[in-house]
């Protein structure tokens, strides 16, 4: 009875309002889950620690409704899905631990903090690589298969798997950005597919690991798992009338913004970097697009 009194709250619908916000933004661009998810939960004042635990047990739900679409569709790449996992599993497992063993109970939120700072100011630079490469592509018919590289993909998905367990940022984000640049010859959709289906494991190893060392509130987490589905639901439904390209650079921007921001940048210096990317950045991803692809259409696929 507590708990449903608990949901009514102005704290758990601001939480429902959030994630329903977040989950359109994953339906519109399947991009931005954690990375948007995480600080906003910090913002709203809930511990890095517990913001972090229980993003990734909601995303562990999110992700996996997204990847058996894409399973049904025929369209992940089982064997570079494989190596991924095995290199992502154990070192998402191990982020709860590694926060506990180098932050302590007294510094683990000052720890965990810097380290989304700096996974978001990542994250933020792997979707301009992402739109770069789309740009790149533009023209090419993939076709097949091409060959996994084991040692790689498996250092991606390690590296990929420890990001996201120290933070819940990254699956989707710097993992994606890896697979395009070691195959590029991969359609977008396997690769998209592959992604989702690397992540469900991948997501559930680091939300255990964050289970058993922070445990989860069901007062922050019934909320994500509301309003989540639902926006990610209209989210997808608008994908096809909403420009996308609009909203992706506006995600760079607000993951650039709110990594300063965390890493306790100055908030003087936080406005001047808005407002020169807010001005400056539509000029220079002009002149980009017109050296790389003077004739394409923008429409990255993924």
């Known amino acids: 009875m507590d708990l449903l009194a608990g949901l009514f709250t102005y704290s758990a619908l601001a939480l429902v309002a959030v994630s329903f916000g977040v989950g359109i933004v994953v339906g519109l661009t399947g991009m931005g889950g954690g990375a948007l998810m ?28 997204g990847a058996a679409v894409h399973w049904r569709s025929g ?48 994250a933020a630079s792997t979707y301009v690589l992402r739109l770069i490469i789309s740009l ?9 298969d091409p060959a996994v590289r084991k040692v790689p993909t498996f250092l991606v998905g390690a590296v990929g798997g420890l990001l996201v367990g120290l933070t819940s940022v990254g699956s989707g984000s710097v993992i994606m950005v890896a697979l395009l640049l070691l195959y590029p010859a991969l359609s977008p959709v396997r690769i ?16 255990v690991g964050h289970v058993i060392v922070t445990g989860v509130d069901w007062l922050i987490l019934l909320p994500l798992l509301i309003g989540g589905p639902v926006g990610t639901f209209l ?11 609009v909203i992706r650079r506006g995600i760079v921007l607000v993951l650039t913004l709110t990594g300063l921001s965390l890493l306790d940048v100055p908030p003087v210096a936080v406005g001047i970097i808005g407002a020169g990317l807010l001005i400056l950045g539509p000029v220079a991803w002009a002149l980009l697009r017109e050296r790389l692809a003077p004739t394409a259409n923008e429409d990255p696929g993924y």
């Not at 998209?192 to 939300?207: K, S, W, Y």
């Not at 989210?235 to 390209?245: D, E, K, N, T, W």
Request: charged fraction near 10%; aromatic fraction near 4%.
């Open 38 to 65: 995480t600080p906003a939960l910090i913002f709203l004042g809930i511990p890095a620690t517990a913001a972090v635990a229980n993003d990734l047990v909601a995303a562990a739900v999110n992700k996996s409704v």
């Open 136 to 144: 790149r592509r533009k023209g090419a018919m993939p076709s097949g």
């Open 235 to 245: 989210g997808a439904r608008l994908a096809s009338i909403v420009p996308q390209r």
């Open 75 to 122: 369209s992940p790449n089982l064997a570079l899905a494989g190596w991924l996992i095995a290199g992502s599993v154990p070192t998402a497992a191990a982020g709860a631990f590694i926060v506990r063993a180098v932050g302590g109970d007294e510094h683990g939120d000052t720890f965990v903090t810097i380290a989304i700072g700096v996974a978001l100011l990542l």
């Open 192 to 207: 998209v597919g592959t992604d989702l289906l690397q992540a469900i494991p991948l997501v559930i190893a680091a939300a």
